[in-house]
């Protein structure tokens, strides 16, 4: 099979490899698209490194069975599938206080690296794609889990005033749930064609951050309040410091990005102490997480096809990382042909 193998920074090459196979208990999937996240982006452009090379990277993946291992009869060849990379054991003392995000015995198997014709994946980590979603709008099943997560942890309220920062797919995601939850919403960007899908989606303002102080603007739109939740999507420190400084009285606060390099952020804690402020983060989903996403695309609660930008054959995934690495467009999905 045809797979990109990432050998340094910017050094991903498309090359051959044994197909693997579905030996017992497994499932054989032939690989039809994966999406681009950021997280494989960080690995390409060297904000992250070490482990082993050739490293494969890629876990928005989408496919078709090709076969199944002896024991496996949950699944049969040709079904539509989206796959969890997390193989969680369900028996470690996270798994058992419902904390699956943060399996201690957390496995991988096949499922990471999908930017390749194939892979396999048990059959408890895989879900039926519904006839009615597209297989790039399946990809979304994985980065939407992650913000049903995170949506949880910033417990958003009906007539909530919430701020997302960052209209980058992720942060388009957020702002779709958050209507869902009955908030009214305020986006913030520097780039205009953001704002402006962050408006079409469902947002209810927009600011732009090159052009207004977000602050002032948010404590103009909350009259002087400062917004309930705010949800950082970009992984910039001072865009938590912000989100900080915009928060109302008993806001919470969400670090959803990661942040690389990490950088110690200016904190006063009498912010905190005097306006009752929850500071949390949250980070990956649980499997249940992963059944509500797909549930949600399927019956078009979230509208992910509106976030593609680029579709992109295997040849070209490169490219595909070029253009979120220079925040071009929005969801950029690798279509993998047999
Ligand atoms: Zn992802
Ligand atoms: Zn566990």
């Not at 909530?160 to 209209?167: E, F, M």
Request: glycine share 10%.
């Amino acid at each position: 099979m045809r797979a990109a193998q990432l050998y340094g920074v910017r050094d991903l090459r498309i090359e051959e490899l044994d197909d693997p196979g579905a030996d017992d208990g497994n499932v054989l999937i032939d690989i039809t698209a994966c999406g681009v996240c950021p997280s494989d982006v960080r690995w390409y452009t060297g904000g992250r490194t070490g482990g082993d090379y050739p490293r494969r990277l890629g876990h928005e993946w989408v496919g078709r069975v090709l076969d199944t291992g002896a024991d496996v009869e949950a699944f049969a060849a040709g079904d539509r599938v989206v796959a969890d990379w997390r193989v969680v054991c369900g028996e470690c003392y996270n798994c058992r206080r419902g904390v699956f995000n943060y399996c201690s015995n957390m496995g991988r198997g096949g499922v990471r690296g999908g930017f390749c014709q194939r892979g396999t994946v048990i059959p408890s980590n895989l879900r039926v794609i519904p006839g009615t979603v597209s297989d790039e709008e399946a990809c979304f099943t994985e980065p939407l889990a992650c913000c049903i997560n995170g949506a949880r942890k910033s417990d958003i309220r009906t007539g909530d005033d919430v701020v997302i920062v960052g209209a980058g797919p992720i942060g388009l995601l957020h702002t779709q749930l958050a209507k869902h939850h009955g908030a009214r919403v305020i986006v913030c960007d520097r780039i205009e064609a953001r704002l402006h899908k962050a408006l079409e989606v469902g947002a209810d303002d927009a600011i732009r951050i090159d052009e207004q102080n977000a602050v002032d603007a948010v404590m103009e739109m909350t009259e002087g309040r400062g917004a309930n939740v705010i949800v950082v999507a970009v992984g910039v420190t001072a865009a938590a410091e912000t989100a900080l400084e915009m928060a109302g009285i008993n806001a919470t606060v969400n670090l959803f990005a990661g942040f690389y390099p990490s950088d110690p952020i200016a904190l006063d804690p009498n912010l905190i102490h005097y306006k009752q402020i929850n500071l949390t983060g949250s980070h990956d989903f649980t499997p249940h997480d992963f059944t509500s996403a797909l549930k949600l695309i399927e019956h078009g609660i979230v509208d992910v096809e509106t976030l593609i930008s680029h579709r992109l054959p295997l040849d070209e995934t490169a490219a595909g990382f070029d253009a979120v690495d220079r925040r071009e467009g929005l969801k950029v999905v690798i279509e993998i042909a047999e």
